[in-house]
T-cell receptor
Framework: AQTVTQSQPEMSVQEAETVTLSCTYDTSESDYYLFWYKQPPSRQMILVIRQEAYKQQNATENRFSVNFQKAAKSFSLKISDSQLGDAAMYFCALGNTGNQFYFGTGTSLTVIP | GAGVSQTPSNKVTEKGKYVELRCDPISGHTALYWYRQSLGQGPEFLIYFQGTGAADDSGLPNDRFFAVRPEGSVSTLKIQRTERGDSAVYLC?????????????FGPGTRLLVL
C-alpha cells in the first residue's frame, strides 16, 4: 500500500523567515517520484517542486528546497524568505506504478506580516 | 489552452439528480486524471485515461460514477443519482504522457454540492 502522511495540519511563519513542512511516505517500490503542490483558495493545485527517488541530490527551486531522506522515507519542504503569497495549503504527493498520485492531507501555511 | 480548464466552477444539485463535469486538458497531453477532494482532505484518485481509454478506474467509488474521453482530449465525469456524500471538489489533471515521472497539471476543480 502507498501512503503519504503530513503530520502538521497547520503551520505559521513570519514574513521573510524560513519554515519547514514535513511529509513521510510509505511505498514498497524503489522507483518513484515525490512532489509538493500548493493549493491557494482558488483551488488550483500548483506544482512547487519535484524529486526523483533515484537522485540523491535534493531538489531546489528558488526559495523552495526539499530534504529528501530516502531511508527514512521523509520528504520535507523548506520555504526560505517566506512571502505573503506563499500562504496556502501544501500537499505532498507520491507517484509510482499505476500513474495515480497519492496525496497527504495537507498543511495549511499562514504567513504573518 | 494554456492550462487545464474545468466547467462548471461550481455546481449545486439535488439528491438523486444526474450531473456532468467537464475537463479540458492541456493541449497535447495524452494522460488525463480525475481526483475527488473532500473537505479537509487531499485529492483521492478516481480514474485515469491514456488516450481515449480508461486505463485505471479503480478509484471510482461505485457504478454511479462514470467517465469518458471519446476523442482523447476533453473528458466528462458523470455522476448518476447523486447523493449528499458526493459533495466535494472534483479535480482534473493532465500530463504529457503516462508514467510515474510525469508531473500532473491540475485544473481549478468543480465544487459539487448535493442538497
Amino acid at each position: 500500500a502507498q501512503t503519504v502522511t503530513q503530520s502538521q495540519p497547520e503551520m505559521s511563519v513570519q514574513e521573510a523567515e524560513t519554515v519547514t513542512l514535513s511529509c513521510t511516505y510509505d511505498t514498497s517500490e524503489s522507483d518513484y517520484y515525490l512532489f509538493w503542490y500548493k493549493q491557494p483558495p482558488s483551488r488550483q493545485m500548483i506544482l512547487v517542486i519535484r524529486q526523483e527517488a533515484y537522485k540523491q541530490q535534493n531538489a531546489t527551486e528558488n526559495r523552495f528546497s526539499v530534504n529528501f531522506q530516502k531511508a527514512a522515507k521523509s520528504f520535507s519542504l523548506k520555504i526560505s524568505d517566506s512571502q505573503l503569497g506563499d500562504a496556502a495549503m501544501y500537499f505532498c504527493a507520491l507517484g509510482n506504478t499505476g500513474n495515480q498520485f497519492y496525496f497527504g492531507t495537507g498543511t495549511s501555511l499562514t504567513v504573518i506580516p | 489552452g494554456a492550462g487545464v480548464s474545468q466547467t462548471p466552477s461550481n455546481k449545486v444539485t439535488e439528491k438523486g439528480k444526474y450531473v456532468e463535469l467537464r475537463c479540458d486538458p492541456i493541449s497535447g497531453h495524452t494522460a488525463l486524471y480525475w481526483y475527488r477532494q473532500s473537505l479537509g482532505q487531499g485529492p483521492e484518485f478516481l480514474i485515469y485515461f491514456q488516450g481515449t481509454g480508461a486505463a485505471d478506474d479503480s478509484g471510482l467509488p461505485n457504478d454511479r460514477f462514470f467517465a469518458v474521453r471519446p476523442e482523447g482530449s476533453v473528458s466528462t465525469l458523470k455522476i448518476q443519482r447523486t447523493e449528499r456524500g458526493d459533495s466535494a471538489v472534483y479535480l482534473c489533471a493532465s500530463s504529457l504522457t503516462n508514467g510515474r515521472q510525469e508531473t500532473q497539471y491540475f485544473g481549478p476543480g468543480t465544487r459539487l454540492l448535493v442538497l
